[in-house]
């Protein structure tokens, strides 16, 4: 189920927009956006919470703290019941295309009745927005960009919060009695950043309880198609669900079908044929007599067509097949394999934590190592100075080695500017164990000065780590242009680390890209960019990212024992 602190945040959000959209102030939007995140957040269960309890949660007051109790007894909250009721649902929709703000949306519902986001694209078609003011060629050029990336991430569901649903479903059904095994398969498995629908196995004699099961599951809000063999249901958020039940002595057989990729199917499919084989979801068939050679596990499937048992997050038929048979596979990193976390913030700045309970919870979390690195002065909205910065790390000092002897690196966060210089000067910078750099701004140069920008990042001798590279968001924001050769090639030659940012809405840099950057031999870090203590644990899809690219631990620096990591970051690490 989803935690009450998720479904507070996104209520709270949506008052947020109603606020904005009906011309209430922005400041008051901005209050409550800012206390769903700190909601969000917060690592205890607000249903747990008293009123003062809330209260002490970052940026609740008492109303927004009544509001939450008031949710918390009756399932609703009246204020925004009341303004759900002046604004149609379709017109909050509007908002969510990337480049419309409130006030735009409801100029194009007042002024054109506009009220849903194909009504909108509708209109720009018919030029029927040519004479609203603020409606420009160039907005309308943006608007319509805006929908074409709202479309196509429209239909696929974030990884993040499909495998929510997945474990939910996943813990029920193995509690179902009969059941053998029970695991999700498809392009969850296989860690993709987006997913088209959840495919979920069950291993069990009969299949009809599971099928009842899954259809009378709270997440269920309607039955697509309902079989003996396979059973169909949509969530309440649109996800489709596809459960297969199969026999226990096929489930190896099942689990490589349905895993996929298409493409990694039609590869192993045709070696199969090529030793006289038929590979089905029941499993691997002699093509003559017809008897099953394997099928119980996917290892036995896959050594029988002379493989080795190749990880989900490798079977897109992108050389992995060839690499098997070389025996040349890729040993990918793991999550167990990260000894240290080297991006994250605190409420210095924009985190939501303190330093303690960050440094606590890190530690919790077994890492070796933990860097703190929050925003230098360049993002001016988070009013950094030098001498706040050298008081936490005298406080980072401190706690050095007291949380389960885990050690501490203090850095920052750097911005890079249009030219790719950065917010503190060389002198400072010596200062810090480590320093991230990243792109917060100026996002058009065009490819030329993006180029240029991010080199000269990469051949500043203490910028270490460059974080969320392309600064996409996923189904949001495309990733800046850049000649990503050219910059793949500096950060190997300056020996400057790229990230590979864990937040399920950057995934950065993206797999397609690590692949490229890795020909280049390019190091990498996997990290959380943690802004709260949950945070920290989407470190995971960040490792599954990092496994789409094919790495290893030795090209992830932290993986490495302190000391490695530390040569690394003094001498700036060239191979
Ligand atoms: P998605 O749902 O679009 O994110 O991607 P997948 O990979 O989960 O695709 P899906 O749900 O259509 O099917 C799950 C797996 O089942 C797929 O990865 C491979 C296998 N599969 C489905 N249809 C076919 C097919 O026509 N041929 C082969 N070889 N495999 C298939
Ligand atoms: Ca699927
Ligand atoms: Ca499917
Ligand atoms: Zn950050």
């Excluded at 319509?144 to 059904?173: F, K, M, N, Q, Y």
């Excluded at 203590?533 to 599954?544: A, K, T």
Aim: one cysteine or more; aromatic letters at 6%; a neutral charge.
């Amino acid at each position: 189920m989803p935690r009450p602190n998720d479904e507070v945040e996104a209520l709270l959000r949506e008052y947020a927009d109603l606020v904005a959209i009906t011309g209430g102030d922005a400041f008051k939007a901005r209050a409550y956006e800012k206390a769903a995140r700190a909601i969000g957040g917060y690592p205890a269960d607000i249903s747990t919470l008293d009123a003062d309890g809330l209260r002490e949660i970052p940026n609740v007051g008492r109303s927004i703290a009544e509001k939450v109790i008031e949710y918390l007894r009756t399932g609703a909250m009246a204020v925004v019941e009341e303004r759900r009721a002046r604004i149609p649902a379709g017109v909050r929709e509007l908002i969510a295309i990337p480049t419309l703000g409130p006030k735009k949306a409801l100029r194009l519902y007042e002024d054109l009745h506009i009220s849903s986001v194909s009504e909108l694209a509708a209109a720009i078609e018919a030029d029927a927005l040519a004479d609203l003011k603020g409606f420009g060629e160039k907005t309308q050029d943006n608007i319509r960009h805006g929908i074409e990336l709202l479309r196509r991430a429209g239909a696929r569901v974030p990884l993040a919060s499909a495998l929510d649903t997945a474990e939910e479903i996943v813990g029920e059904l193995s509690g179902v009695r009969g059941c053998e095994r029970c695991a999700y398969a498809g392009s969850l498995r296989r860690m993709r950043e987006t997913v088209g629908d959840l495919d979920v196995l069950v291993a069990a004699g009969r299949s009809a309880p599971f099928m009842a099961a899954l259809c009378e599951l709270p997440v269920t809000a309607e039955v697509v198609a309902r079989g003996t063999k396979k059973t169909s249901v949509r969530t309440a958020r649109g996800l489709q669900v596809d459960l297969r039940v199969v026999p226990p002595a096929s489930w190896g057989a099942a689990m490589q079908y349905f895993t996929g990729s298409k493409a990694h199917n039609i590869r192993t499919r045709t070696i199969a044929v090529r030793l006289g084989l038929k590979l089905s979801e029941y499993g691997l068939f002699d093509t003559g007599s017809g008897t099953a050679v394997a099928s119980r596990t996917e290892e036995e499937v896959y050594a029988r067509l002379g493989l080795p048992w190749i990880p989900p997050t490798l079977r897109e038929d992108r050389g992995e097949i060839e690499a098997a048979l070389r025996g040349e596979l890729p040993r990918v990193v793991t999550e167990r394999d990260i000894r240290g976390d080297l991006h994250t913030h605190t409420d210095l700045t924009d985190g939501l934590a303190s330093l303690e309970a960050m440094v606590e919870a890190a530690a919790a979390r077994g890492h070796a190592y933990y860097a703190v690195t929050d925003h230098a002065p360049g993002l001016s909205m988070q009013r950094m100075t030098e001498e706040k910065i050298l008081a936490q790390r005298e406080r980072v000092r401190e706690l050095d080695g007291t949380r389960r002897r885990m050690r501490l690196l203090h850095g920052t966060e750097l911005n890079i500017g249009p030219d790719g210089e950065v917010d503190w000067p060389a002198e400072f910078l010596a200062g810090f164990d480590l320093c991230v750099a990243s792109l917060h701004s100026h996002f058009d140069l065009g490819r030329g000065a993006m180029t240029r920008r991010l080199v000269r990042a990469c051949e500043n001798p203490y910028v270490h780590v460059i974080g969320h590279p392309t600064t996409r968001l996923i189904g949001r924001r495309e990733g800046v242009d850049a000649d990503w050769d050219e910059v793949f090639a500096a950060c190997a030659r300056t020996g400057t680390a790229l990230e590979v940012n864990a937040q399920p809405d950057r995934l950065d840099l993206r797999d397609e890209d690590i692949l490229r950057a890795r020909e280049h031999g390019v190091r990498f870090a996997v990290n959380s960019d943690a802004h709260s203590v949950p945070h920290l644990g989407q470190l995971r899809f960040g490792v599954g990212t990092a496994q789409r690219g094919w790495l290893t631990p030795d090209d992830v620096i932290n993986t490495w024992p302190l000391a490695r990591l530390r040569r690394f970051l003094r001498t700036g690490g060239r191979r």
